[in-house]
C-alpha cells in the first residue's frame, strides 16, 4: 500500500495541486523567491517541483517489481515481455494524444513528452527486470548514469565544445535540434528528449532495486526501512557532490539529478512504508491510494476534461464574484480545491466499485 499512496501522493501534486498554489500566491504575495521555488528551476539547481517527475518514474520502477513478477510465473518471461511493449506503446500513444495528436498538423506533433518518457522508462526497466540479474541490473544503471555524464562532458558539440551544460550548448539539446523532428517543448529542444531519456531509464532502475528490497520476504520490515534511508541519504550526497561538476539539471535530466532525486524518492518511500506497511497508520492516506491505482487514469482525466471548468459551473458566476469581493483570490482558490476535489471522488468511486483502468 505504501506504494500505491505514494504514487497518488505524486499525482495528486501533478493533477491540481499546481493551481491550489497559484491561487495562493495570488491571494498571499511572496516574495519573489519563495514564489520561483514552488515552480520548476529555470535551468541548473533544484525547485520543489523538479521532484515529482523523478518521483513518479522511480516509483514506476518499484510498481514493476510487484506486477511483472506475477506475470512472469504465470506468463513466463517472452510472454511478459510482450505485455510489456504492449503496455509501453499503449502509453506512448496516449502521450502523443495529451499534447493534441495531429490536431494541428503533423509538424506540431509531440514525439517525446511526459506520459511518453514514462512509456519509454516502463517498457527499458521492465525488460531489464524481465531477462536481468540483479548484479547486471547494477551494471546496466551504473552504465546509463556515467556514459551519459561521459558523453556530456568529452563530446564536443559544434560550436560550443565539449563540457558545456548551458542550455542550448550541450550534448543533449544538439542531439534534439538535429534529430528529433516536430514539435518540441523548448523551440529546438525538449526537456523529454532523446539522450536524456537514458537517465531517466536509470531513474525507474533505481526504483526497481527498492521494490526488490520491499518485496524481499528474507529481509525484516525494519531493516527495509533503515537500508532505504541509508540508500536515500547516499543519494542526496552523491547527488550533490557529482552537482560540483555535472550540475542538478532536470531539463536534460543529468545524473546528479537522477541520484538526487532517487534519493530523496528513497526517503519518501521509507517514510511511506514505515508509517503504511510497518505500522499500519493507513486511515489517512486512502485518498492517495485512491488517486495511486488509477493514477494513468485521472492523468488522462485531467488532461481531456476541464475539472476547472466543471469546477466553475457549482462556484463560478455570482458566488465566485462574491469570494472575490471577501479576499482577491479566493475565488480561483475555491475553484481549484474543488476541481482537486473532483479527482479524489472519481478515483473514490472507481475504487470502492473495484474498478482500475490498465493499459
Known amino acids: 500500500m505504501s506504494i500505491d499512496a505514494l504514487r497518488g501522493m505524486d499525482m495528486f501534486f501533478i493533477v491540481g495541486v499546481e493551481e491550489v498554489f497559484e491561487a495562493l500566491s495570488a ?39 510487484f506486477s511483472l513478477s506475477k506475470s512472469v510465473a504465470t506468463d513466463g518471461k517472452a510472454g511478459t515481455s510482450r505485455k510489456i511493449l504492449k503496455r509501453s506503446l499503449i502509453l506512448y500513444l496516449l502521450g502523443i494524444l495529451i499534447y493534441g495528436g495531429i490536431h494541428g498538423g503533423i509538424e506540431h506533433v509531440r514525439l517525446l513528452g511526459v506520459l511518453q518518457r514514462l ?51 550541450n550534448l543533449t539539446n544538439w542531439i534534439d535540434r538535429m534529430y528529433l523532428p516536430f514539435r518540441k517543448w523548448d523551440g529546438d529542444h525538449d526537456p523529454e528528449g532523446i539522450l536524456s531519456t537514458l537517465p531517466a531509464i536509470a531513474s525507474s532502475l533505481l526504483g526497481v532495486f527498492a521494490g526488490l528490497l520491499i518485496k524481499n520476504p528474507a529481509v525484516a520490515p525494519a531493516r527495509k526501512v533503515r537500508l532505504l534511508v541509508l540508500w536515500g541519504i547516499a543519494g542526496v550526497v552523491a547527488g550533490l557532490l557529482w552537482h560540483l561538476q555535472f550540475p542538478i539539471i532536470k531539463k536534460i535530466w543529468s545524473s ?14 521509507a517514510c511511506f512504508y514505515y508509517v503504511i506497511d510497518m505500522k499500519n497508520h493507513r486511515g489517512w492516506c486512502r485518498p492517495f491510494v485512491w488517486i495511486g ?20 459551473c457549482f462556484v463560478g458566476g455570482e458566488i465566485n464574484a462574491a469570494l472575490e469581493r471577501v479576499h482577491p483570490g479566493l475565488g480561483a482558490l475555491v475553484t481549484a480545491l474543488l476541481a482537486l476535489s473532483f479527482s479524489f471522488l472519481i478515483c473514490g468511486f472507481l475504487f470502492q466499485r473495484k474498478i482500475f483502468l490498465r493499459v
Not at 528551476?41 to 513518479?56: E, Q
Not at 512509456?119 to 540479474?133: M, T
Not at 546528479?256 to 518511500?269: E, N, P, Y
Not at 476534461?305 to 466553475?312: F, N, R, S
Open 256 to 269: 546528479s539529478f537522477v541520484l538526487f532525486t532517487a534519493g530523496i524518492s528513497s526517503l519518501l518511500l
Open 293 to 312: 491505482m488509477n493514477a494513468i487514469t485521472i492523468y488522462l482525466i485531467a488532461h481531456f476534461v476541464k475539472l476547472e471548468g466543471i469546477a466553475d
Open 119 to 169: 512509456a519509454l522508462c516502463f517498457g527499458a526497466a521492465g525488460l531489464a527486470f524481465v531477462w536481468l540479474s540483479p548484479r547486471k541490473l547494477v551494471a546496466l544503471t551504473v552504465s546509463l548514469l556515467v556514459g551519459y555524464w561521459a558523453m556530456l562532458t568529452f563530446i564536443s558539440v559544434p560550436g560550443f565544445g565539449a563540457g558545456d551544460f548551458a542550455e542550448g550548448h
Open 27 to 65: 491571494m498571499f504575495p511572496m516574495t519573489p523567491s519563495l514564489n520561483d521555488r514552488l515552480q520548476h528551476a529555470p535551468w541548473a539547481g533544484f525547485h520543489f517541483y523538479d521532484l515529482i517527475f523523478p518521483l513518479f518514474a522511480f516509483i514506476v520502477g518499484a510498481s514493476l517489481v
